[in-house]
């Protein structure tokens, strides 16, 4: 059973910093690409960023420069550290872990994600 638990969501100012976590559980974790999606309150669900099991990576240009995803195998273990926050990033956030191999991350959709986790949320406050 895949299981997928987030954490270190919370409340900060905007220019301020938030790292969230994602600990996965039953399969070999490091051969799959994973990703952070996020939903804002209206809003349709969007890719956040995406990691490879070659660590390599592509960001929504909305995160770009402010945003790093990264992956620890060791620890089975998904990390999105949050720079610049802004308050149009609060959102919950979500990490997904994908079983297709694509040569370029770009091409991942959201619907090539068969597991989720619960999601945590980020509030950045003006």
């Known amino acids: 059973q895949v299981h997928l638990v987030e954490s270190g969501g919370g409340s900060v100012q905007a220019g301020g910093s938030l790292r969230v976590s994602c600990q996965v559980f039953?399969?070999?974790?490091?051969?799959?690409?994973m990703g952070w999606f996020r939903q804002a309150p209206g809003k349709e669900r969007e890719a956040v960023a995406v990691i490879d099991s070659d660590d390599r990576t592509t960001y929504a240009d909305s995160v770009k420069g402010r945003f790093t995803i990264s992956r620890d195998n060791s620890k089975d273990t998904l990390y999105l550290q949050m720079n610049s926050l802004k308050p149009e990033d609060t959102a919950m956030y979500y990490c997904?872990?994908?079983?297709?191999?694509?040569?370029?991350?770009?091409?991942?959709?959201?619907?090539?994600?068969?597991?989720w986790g619960q999601g945590t949320q980020v509030t950045v406050s003006s």
């Open positions: 997904a872990a994908s079983v297709f191999d694509y040569s370029d991350p770009a091409n991942y959709r959201e619907y090539d994600f068969s597991y």
């Open positions: 039953g399969y070999t974790y490091s051969t799959y690409c």
